[in-house]
């Protein structure tokens, strides 16, 4: 295998681990807050379906955990198998978010045991409830310092270059780099609300397939009430993302725009093909993308003209843009729509067709949160450290990633099907008004 070969299968590799692990990891920070504000809404409403649905939320999130540790340690390993020249050279400079990654996620995986462990065991439900504080904010913190590594790779800074090497490497500063405030909040922040619309396709779910018992309709009012509020933050944040790209990676935005030519009053191009290196069928934003970029609608926009060709990323990027932005405002739409109907008693809301709509957003969401971690990843070609290093030559000249392309492709295929099977199974054989049912009798009260 020559060197094309094997940096054309360690990026695919490390692109197909990314992709995996980005689905279970994105609901392991997310699931925590969904879990804390369903039992906090129990404890001050008295209300046991909040209760039971943290509780319910609780055991999903275990075998997403569990699927996510293996997905998260392949690309500890990958790291260093496939990317051994970047790991030669940037890891004294990245290794203190890792260790703080890994720190983060055992301090949220040891309250999670004890907070599983006590269930019905405190009398105060007040005192459980604080067991999930340090469940939530270790996972949040897992997703910032992993992402910390990420802007890093953006925003190369606290070091020295010397002769190839870095040195008088400084980790605070490497890690508070420019790229880390957006990058941080936007992962974060999405996560919060891609998990939001997963619940809410859940119970949609589950009332069209005939359960229409109140625990579940209490459930896609919450999700759907917090995912609003979360997607509305998203796009806030995703705002201040493209004017960090405006100022320090222009050459991404120029890409994801579709802006060949640097020059003010500079429009937004949304969706659109190219034929013959020129956009058309586009939507036209006047003054679009100055106002994006600077706040300003007559504000200059660095175009790819002031790049080279082959420091410009591939334009593809721009479709990816498009499916972020569009879901995302879909999501919005959407979310809005139910809670509005639901205040002012629509009966469009509740029809199956509307919780269609909801059970799609579930996969939707999803997707968004893909083509932004790709639109991120991609967006940096050529680079595999921003000005530095190149990803071609960061990978390894090994002849077998071939070979653990298809070992690890076979992993993730036995993980994903194996957690949709054991989920499935957990829920189906102890519905909810089973356990409604025995936790009333329990208590001597009356089923609801």
Same mark, same amino acid.
């Given at each position: 295998? =020559?060197?094309?070969?094997?940096?054309?299968?360690?990026?695919?590799?490390?692109?197909?681990?990314?992709?995996?692990?980005?689905?279970?990891?994105?609901?392991?920070?997310?699931?925590?807050?969904?879990?804390?504000?369903?039992?906090?809404?129990?404890?001050?409403?008295?209300?046991?379906?909040?209760?039971?649905?943290?509780?319910?939320?609780?055991?999903?999130? @275990?075998?997403?955990?569990?699927?996510?540790?293996?997905?998260?340690?392949?690309?500890?390993?990958?790291?260093?198998?496939?990317?051994?020249?970047?790991?030669?050279?940037?890891?004294?400079?990245?290794?203190?978010?890792?260790?703080?990654? *890994?720190?983060?996620?055992?301090?949220?995986?040891?309250?999670?045991?004890?907070?599983?462990?006590?269930?019905?065991?405190?009398?105060?439900?007040?005192?459980? &409830?604080?067991?999930?504080?340090?469940?939530?904010?270790?996972?949040? !913190?897992?997703?910032?310092?992993?992402?910390? @590594?990420?802007? !890093?790779?953006?925003?190369?800074?606290?070091?020295?270059?010397?002769?190839? /090497?870095?040195?008088?490497?400084?980790?605070?500063?490497?890690?508070?780099?420019?790229?880390?405030?957006?990058?941080?909040?936007? @992962?974060?922040? *999405?996560?919060?609300?891609?998990?939001?619309?997963?619940?809410?396709?859940?119970?949609? !779910?589950?009332?069209?397939?005939?359960?229409?018992?109140?625990?579940?309709?209490?459930?896609?009012?919450? *999700?759907?009430?917090?995912?609003?509020?979360?997607?509305?933050?998203?796009?806030?944040?995703?705002?201040?993302?493209?004017?960090? %790209?405006?100022?320090?990676?222009?050459?991404?935005?120029?890409?994801?725009?579709?802006?060949?030519? *640097?020059?003010?009053?500079? /429009?937004?191009?949304?969706?659109?093909?190219?034929?013959?290196?020129?956009?058309?069928?586009?939507?036209?934003?006047?003054?679009?993308?100055?106002?994006?970029?600077?706040?300003?609608?007559?504000?200059?926009? $660095? =175009?790819?003209?002031?790049?080279?060709?082959?420091?410009?990323?591939?334009?593809?990027?721009?479709?990816?843009?498009?499916?972020?932005?569009?879901?995302?405002?879909?999501?919005?739409?959407?979310?809005?729509?139910?809670? $509005?109907?639901?205040?002012?008693?629509?009966?469009?809301?509740?029809?199956?067709?509307?919780?269609?709509?909801?059970? &799609?957003?579930?996969?939707?969401?999803?997707?968004?949160?893909?083509?932004?971690?790709?639109?991120? /990843?991609? =967006?940096?070609?050529?680079?595999?450290?921003?000005?530095?290093?190149?990803?071609?030559?960061?990978?390894?000249?090994?002849?077998?990633?071939?070979?653990?392309?298809? %070992?690890?492709?076979?992993?993730? &295929?036995?993980?994903?099907?194996?957690?949709?099977?054991?989920?499935?199974?957990?829920?189906?054989?102890?519905?909810?008004?089973?356990?409604?049912?025995?936790?009333?009798?329990?208590?001597? =009260?009356? @089923?609801?």
């Amino acid at each position: 295998m =020559g060197n094309e070969d094997a940096v054309f299968y360690s990026r695919v590799l490390t692109e197909l681990t990314l992709s995996f692990h980005i689905i279970y990891a994105t609901i392991g920070v997310g699931v925590p807050l969904m879990i804390m504000i369903a039992q906090w809404v129990g404890i001050k409403k008295d209300d046991e379906h909040y209760i039971l649905l943290a509780r319910r939320w609780a055991r999903g999130f @275990v075998i997403t955990v569990a699927v996510g540790v293996v997905t998260g340690t392949a690309i500890g390993l990958q790291l260093s198998l496939l990317w051994p020249n970047f790991m030669e050279l940037a890891g004294n400079v990245i290794a203190l978010p890792l260790f703080m990654e *890994t720190f983060a996620f055992f301090f949220e995986a040891i309250f999670l045991g004890i907070y599983l462990y006590t269930w019905d065991r405190f009398e105060n439900q007040k005192k459980h &409830l604080l067991l999930l504080v340090p469940v939530a904010i270790g996972a949040s !913190f897992s997703a910032v310092f992993i992402t910390i @590594v990420n802007a !890093f790779m953006n925003a190369p800074r606290g070091f020295d270059l010397v002769n190839g /090497e870095l040195v008088n490497i400084n980790p605070i500063i490497a890690m508070f780099n420019p790229a880390m405030p957006t990058k941080v909040a936007h @992962v974060v922040i *999405t996560a919060y609300m891609t998990s939001a619309f997963i619940l809410a396709a859940i119970a949609a !779910f589950r009332l069209l397939k005939g359960s229409n018992h109140i625990y579940h309709k209490k459930a896609l009012h919450l *999700t759907m009430k917090l995912g609003l509020v979360f997607a509305i933050a998203s796009a806030i944040i995703g705002d201040f993302s493209g004017k960090y %790209l405006a100022e320090y990676q222009p050459e991404k935005l120029a890409a994801a725009e579709w802006h060949f030519e *640097t020059k003010e009053g500079a /429009e937004l191009l949304l969706l659109g093909v190219l034929k013959d290196g020129e956009p058309k069928y586009a939507i036209k934003v006047p003054f679009g993308l100055s106002i994006l970029a600077h706040n300003n609608p007559k504000a200059e926009v $660095i =175009g790819l003209d002031q790049f080279p060709v082959d420091e410009q990323p591939p334009l593809y990027i721009h479709y990816l843009f498009n499916i972020m932005v569009f879901i995302g405002m879909w999501m919005v739409l959407l979310a809005a729509w139910y809670l $509005i109907g639901m205040r002012r008693g629509w009966k469009n809301v509740r029809t199956n067709w509307f919780r269609w709509l909801i059970v &799609l957003g579930g996969p939707l969401v999803v997707l968004a949160i893909e083509s932004g971690w790709w639109l991120a /990843e991609v =967006g940096r070609q050529p680079w595999i450290l921003r000005h530095i290093m190149r990803v071609d030559e960061a990978a390894t000249t090994s002849g077998q990633v071939d070979l653990m392309l298809m %070992l690890f492709a076979l992993l993730y &295929l036995i993980l994903g099907i194996g957690s949709v099977v054991v989920l499935r199974r957990m829920f189906k054989r102890n519905p909810v008004e089973r356990e409604l049912e025995e936790r009333h009798m329990e208590k001597g =009260g009356d @089923v609801q």
